[in-house]
């Protein structure tokens, strides 16, 4: 019973990663990536090519060129290369970027201390505690609206 069974390097065995360099190596898959640089040092004579999908699976050429077609991976990268299904997530963040820029230079210094600003803390104080959150939202809108014509004079 003692026969090792052929154990297919970067596969995963009782929950331990194969390493691809030496199927001795047994890693739990979050120490794979700092193992793989390591290991690849001991054996670089080793012709093991990294996949393009995921950085932690590395393969022989040979066997990199089936691997490339199988890869779990795969679907996720051909998802993020397909323009259709790319989120909006880079230009949203970019126009938020400038717009939050554009939002401090144009906003007031700290605002100091006036009657205004006073009656409206009371306000807050006699406010309900229940109050949701948009509530609060449109009451700070107001209060920043105020700061804003506030400094105009
Ligand atoms: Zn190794
Ligand atoms: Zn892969």
Not at 14 to 30: A, K
Not at 110 to 117: I, K
């Amino acid at each position: 019973m003692s026969k090792i069974s052929k154990v297919v390097p970067g596969s995963m065995v009782d929950g331990y990663v194969v390493c691809p360099f030496d199927s001795v190596h047994r890693l739990l898959p979050s120490r794979l990536t700092v193992h793989l640089i390591r290991c690849a040092r001991n054996f670089p004579s080793a012709k093991m090519v990294r996949c393009p999908f995921n950085n932690t699976h590395v393969h022989s050429v040979a066997d990199m060129t089936t691997h490339v077609g199988t890869c779990p991976n795969r679907s996720t990268m051909v998802h993020f290369m397909n323009p259709e299904q790319l989120p909006p997530m880079e230009p949203r963040a970019s126009n938020f970027c400038i717009e939050s820029t554009e939002d401090w230079d144009a906003e007031p210094p700290a605002p100091t201390y006036n009657p205004q600003t006073h009656c409206e803390k009371n306000f807050i104080i006699i406010n309900p505690q229940g109050n949701g959150p948009a509530a609060r939202r449109e009451f700070r809108a107001r209060e920043r609206i105020r700061f804003m014509e506030n400094d105009k004079f």
